[in-house]
């Protein structure tokens, strides 16, 4: 099992960054696939990014893709979403999420994250 934390988010001008960080407490957080997730205010919860537990990319929603990064040090129990260029809509609640790496999985799906943080609140202004 594993417990999530996130934090970092913050209120920022359009184009400005942020770095959400997830700390995970446990003994296997290293055999775990981590993902970000978004939700905005009226609308449904959305992908943002995973990654592999050996830290390779499993891939970016097309509306963040070339903006933000996702990256984990294993070593610290941590996973990161860097965020720059920020736009307006990029405005939400970001959560991290754990999914034990099993084999091939929709690492798009939130329903396949067995393990959830509270969430950090993003807000960008124009």
């Known amino acids: 099992q594993v417990q999530l934390a996130e934090s970092g988010g913050g209120l920022v001008q359009a184009g400005g960054s942020l770095r959400l960080s997830c700390a995970a407490s446990?003994?296997?957080?290293?055999?775990?696939?981590m993902g970000w997730f978004r939700q905005a205010p009226g609308k449904e919860r959305e992908f943002v990014a995973a990654?592999?537990?050996?830290?390779?990319?499993?891939g970016y929603a097309d509306s963040v893709k070339g903006r933000f990064t996702i990256s984990r040090d294993n070593a610290k129990n941590t996973v990161y979403l860097q965020m720059n260029s920020l736009k307006p809509e990029d405005t939400a609640d970001y959560y991290c999420?754990?999914?034990?790496?099993?084999?091939?999985?929709?690492?798009?799906?939130?329903?396949?994250?067995?393990?959830w943080g509270q969430g950090t609140q993003v807000t960008v202004s124009s």
């Open positions: 999420a754990a999914r034990g790496e099993l084999g091939y999985f929709n690492y798009r799906s939130g329903g396949t994250y067995g393990y």
């Open positions: 446990g003994n296997s957080f290293s055999t775990y696939a």
């Open positions: 990654i592999r537990q050996s830290g390779e990319l499993l």
